[in-house]
Structures are given as structure tokens and as C-alpha cells.
């Protein structure tokens, strides 16, 4: 029953995530450039930041997913050392998942200040 489960969960993420990563690419196929190419007028710069922040967004969701999980994790554990552990182990990656998403947006936003030259701050 458990593995069931766990093939259940895992087949709802799969698919969570397949339908994420797609939502981007169905939404700027409308959009095009006003030269008649049909390509997306931007820099190389703009284009990995874009990806950059996509990809951190991902991370900081499915950070804040994995914690909401670990903590019905814990909640249901009844008592149970194992659940309760991997509760509490489920829970430290999903703050590290979402402690490494905002580390990872202000690092591009230094980098963007610092390429760019908008920011004095650094």
C-alpha cells in the first residue's frame, strides 16, 4: 500500500512538473517580434536571467510544497520513529530547497547590478 502510494505521488509530480516547464513555452509562443521573423527580440544576458529566475521559482515552489508534505508527514506519524525522522528529515531539505532558491535570486540580482551597472552597491 505505502509503495502504491509513493508511485501515486511520484507520477503527480512528474506531472506537475512537466505541465510547469511547459507553461512558459505555450504562453511565449503567442508573442512575437514586430520584425516578421517570428523570434523573440533579447539579449543573451535577459534570456539566461529569465531561465535563471524561472528555474528559482521552481525551487522556491517546490520547496514550499516538500515542507507542506513534511508536515503532514509529521502530523500522521502516530508515534512512529521512522515516519516522524523522515518527517523531520523531508522538512530540512524543503528549507534548504527554499533557502537556496532566495540566495540564488539575490546572487542574479547582484550579478545583474554589477554586469548592468545600475547598482552602486556592490
Not at 62 to 79: E, K, Q, R, S
Not at 86 to 97: L, P
Amino acid at each position: 500500500m505505502r509503495r502504491c502510494n509513493m508511485n501515486i505521488f511520484r507520477k503527480i509530480a512528474y506531472a506537475t512538473s512537466a505541465i510547469a516547464a511547459a507553461v512558459p513555452m505555450i504562453v511565449s509562443a503567442q508573442f512575437e517580434t514586430p520584425g516578421g521573423t517570428g523570434l523573440p527580440s533579447g539579449s543573451i544576458i535577459g534570456i539566461v536571467t529569465n531561465l535563471m529566475n524561472y528555474l528559482l521559482i521552481m525551487v522556491g515552489i517546490l520547496g514550499v510544497i516538500g515542507f507542506v508534505i513534511a508536515g503532514i508527514i509529521y502530523l500522521t506519524a502516530a508515534g512512529d520513529d521512522g515516519q516522524i525522522e523522515r518527517g523531520k528529515t523531508t522538512m530540512v531539505y524543503s528549507i534548504i530547497g527554499v533557502i537556496v532558491a532566495l540566495v540564488g535570486v539575490i546572487v542574479i540580482k547582484a550579478v545583474q547590478g554589477m554586469l548592468g551597472g545600475t547598482s552602486k552597491s556592490f
